[in-house]
């Protein structure tokens, strides 16, 4: 009887602890959005560079999210099909970021900034040119006439107490190509060039050197702003449609530009895979590209500045004003 009872209790603790168990209340699990295709725009050079480990890796479907990606040779090609709700994502230069927040009322956001400066100065036949004041009474071919690089180089110039076609003379050309043509022909020029170009320069100009790195000299002058050459833009729709797909896609960016970084060879290989220049060329520039990834915080101080240098010399060149604080996506 006694061995009756004994098993009678335990079969009714036993019950009592499963009964107990099922009654617990379960953690509610965050709901998972679906993959999505994110259509993604860049530009032909540093700007898509390092986006190119995370477009290899969608190509073997080992992103979160599968990735179309379109790039072109200039951002008037891009920017219609963002506008039409086409494109979902664009690396381009930052002032453009503003124009579009600006004709959008708010429809367009910046996720991070993606590259800083690729402008260089480069010398040939001699050793003149050691800062920007060592520009004065010079004439400089360069190319940007009416964009940032021509925004950069007037900042760089008044800051250090010269001003842009009085002290100092651009010839402004179309293409970099026309360019290097040019110093390759002349005995001693100056020249602002952008990377990949300076590597390209170097390859077929006798005797020409990089004088200046012109992020740096930016950066000498104190400040929260940067040199930026590129950022990353969201449509505002579509990340409030998929705000998880577009913090995946920010963590994966972060680990490409990483990867882009730390082997310069390897992401070389998928540079020239993507047609974005050939892999000996990429392999030079990416060190020179200041490919990165700011985001929140860093990114709107680093952009905000940067975007303030543009208007006050030009305030069309952001799209007339500057953006308020909702432009800059600070995460989820």
């Known amino acids: 009887m006694k061995r009756f009872v004994s098993l009678l209790l335990a079969v009714l603790m036993a ?36 986006l190119v480990k995370l477009l290899d890796d969608a190509e073997n479907q080992k992103t979160a999210n599968a990735i179309d990606f379109q790039m072109a ?36 956001k910046m996720l991070a ?26 004439t400089i071919y360069a190319t940007g006439k009416g964009a940032t ?20 003379n651009v010839e402004w050309k179309s293409e970099p190509t026309e360019i290097v043509a040019q110093m390759a022909a002349q005995d001693s020029a100056v020249a602002m060039l952008p990377q990949p170009f300076v590597v390209v320069a170097m390859g077929q100009v006798e005797g020409l050197r990089v004088a200046l790195d ?18 990353l833009l ?25 990867f882009v970084n730390d082997q310069p060879a390897e992401a070389a290989v998928l540079v020239e895979k993507y047609g974005i220049v050939k892999a000996a060329v990429a392999e030079k520039a990416i060190p020179a590209c200041n490919i990165v990834c700011l985001t929140g915080g860093d990114m709107k101080t680093a952009a905000s500045g940067y975007l303030q240098v543009l208007f006050d010399q030009n305030p069309e060149s952001v799209g007339g004003k500057l953006p308020g604080d909702d432009f800059y996506w600070m995460g989820n």
């Open 73 to 108: 040779a200039s951002a008037n090609e891009l920017n219609p099909l963002f506008l039409k709700g086409e494109l979902d994502i664009l690396a381009v230069p930052a002032n453009l970021g503003s124009v579009l927040y600006n004709k959008t009322q708010g429809g367009v």
């Open 15 to 50: 019950a009592a602890v499963l009964s107990g168990c099922a009654k617990q209340p379960q953690t509610p699990e965050t709901p998972q959005e679906e993959a999505v295709t994110i259509r993604v725009g860049g530009l032909k050079g540093p700007t898509s560079m390092g």
């Open 214 to 231: 012109l992020t740096e000299q930016w950066n000498a002058l104190g400040g929260d702003s940067q040199l930026i050459t590129a950022v």
């Open 113 to 138: 900034v993606s590259t800083l400066g690729v402008l260089y100065m480069v010398e040939k036949g001699g050793e003149t040119v050691t800062d920007i004041k060592s520009l004065a009474g010079k």
């Open 149 to 168: 690089p021509e925004y950069a180089l007037t900042y760089l110039l008044a800051r250090n107490g010269l001003e842009l076609g009085k002290d100092v």
């Open 234 to 258: 969201v449509r505002s729709e579509f990340l409030d449609q998929h705000p998880q797909a577009v913090a995946r896609f920010m963590e994966e960016y972060a680990a490409s530009a990483a």
